[in-house]
């Protein structure tokens, strides 16, 4: 991505969202007033296939879960359907109910489907459901091949509930996709989710009596190699993991450091064959050495590094499985929210980082958008 436009950086937080822009230099940030301030947003989902479209993903604890859409950067919004709830337009198609075993509590991921089809997007709830909407949330249908899976039986609730949180398709095959569920495992589908195959060799469940069961894992975070897509990195309750070969098999990489647990990973398309996590202490939840602290995994050379001074941003702070992402600007751009509401940045790849000068409410997730970029 060409060097011009404007960042919006995305925040879903405890009360509502915000977006917070700066042009391209990422030097001077504005910060615009919140909205849908009544709920928890968990998610904030960009469209990159249609600028300027982007989703909200709305829990509450009196209203349950919603879904909105802005085409319009987010000036304004509309509410659109959500899984099992009844249509809100007279014309709109009806909304395919979700299993009554299996009623949603929180709405975790939304993601948009591959680039020709431009009008899908996927979303992901509690407990470990996923489904699929061809016309941008108008209606739902389930992913009946993962949320009717012959295993789900054995799947477990992590302590932030069964949550589908993680979903990649693969930018070179897009019948590939990926799931993560807490603490159900890492899944891949090979058929564009008709069949679903736990993918978890290798990694390690220090809370269960079998050390590497099948599934069961309580995965946090994984992402893709912009790069190249047989490579995927993971964030686990148990350590760090990196795989070679679509998942199929994960080497743990994160031993070397003080501690591997912790929540996120983001990988950057200036970027390629590295990816940056935040390992967090695994009794208090919080970064390492009581500051905030990033590191860098080098897939290459297969070392890490740490990118902040020691005693630069002093705290303890912790975050949540969306806390971090990554712009398309060359240097690249990383943005880290804390619980305590603190949005950290880099523009320069992890070189040297900044401090937005504004308090949020607690941050749930991050996302970035160039609202006018070139490629």
Not at 126 to 138: I, M, V
Not at 189 to 206: A, F, I, L, M
Not at 262 to 282: D, H, K, M, W, Y
Not at 296 to 301: A, K, L, P, Q, V
Request: charged share 20%; glycine share 12%; with cysteine.
């Amino acid at each position: 991505m060409a060097k011009q436009g404007k960042v919006q950086v995305w925040l879903g937080t405890r009360k509502g969202g915000y977006v917070v822009e700066s042009d391209a230099g990422r030097h001077k940030w504005s910060v615009r007033p919140p909205f849908h301030t009544d709920k928890e947003v968990f998610r904030i989902a960009p469209d990159p296939r249609n600028p300027g479209t982007a989703y909200v993903l709305a829990n509450s604890g009196w209203w349950g879960p919603s879904i909105f859409r802005t085409r319009n950067g987010g000036k304004s919004w509309t509410e659109v359907s959500t899984p099992g709830t009844p249509r809100l337009k007279a014309r709109a198609p009806p909304v395919e109910a979700p299993s009554t075993q299996f009623p949603i509590k929180n709405l975790w991921q939304l993601v948009p489907g591959p680039e020709n089809e431009r009008k899908t997007v996927f979303l992901g709830a509690d407990p470990g459901l996923l489904y699929r909407s061809d016309n941008e949330g108008a209606s739902w249908e389930p992913v009946t091949g993962l949320n009717e899976h012959s295993t789900r039986d054995q799947w477990n609730p992590g302590a932030g509930g069964m949550c589908t949180h993680t979903i990649l398709i693969d930018p070179e095959n897009p019948r590939r996709m990926y799931v993560g569920i807490s603490a159900a495992g890492f899944f891949r589908s090979d058929d564009g989710g008709e069949h679903w195959t736990p993918k978890n060799r290798g990694v390690e469940t220090p809370f269960l009596p079998t050390r590497f069961p099948e599934l069961g894992q309580c995965v946090h975070k994984v992402t893709l190699d912009p790069a190249d897509p047989s490579v995927l990195y993971r964030q686990d309750h148990g350590g760090i993991y990196v795989s070679h070969d679509r998942a199929d098999r994960w080497t743990r990489v994160g031993k070397s450091l003080e501690d591997d647990f912790g929540f996120v990973t983001a990988t950057a398309e200036s970027r390629p064959g590295e990816a940056l996590f935040i390992p967090l202490q695994g009794r208090s939840r919080t970064m390492l050495g009581g500051q905030f602290q990033v590191y860098r995994w080098n897939d290459t050379s297969r070392k890490w590094s740490s990118l902040v001074a020691k005693g630069q941003w002093p705290g303890d702070f912790g975050m949540h499985r969306e806390g971090m992402a990554a712009d398309g600007f060359d240097p690249a751009g990383y943005y880290v929210g804390t619980t305590t509401g603190q949005l950290f940045w880099s523009a320069d790849a992890g070189r040297k980082w900044g401090l937005v000068p504004y308090q949020f409410p607690g941050i749930h997730s991050v996302a970035v958008s160039a609202a006018t970029a070139g490629r």
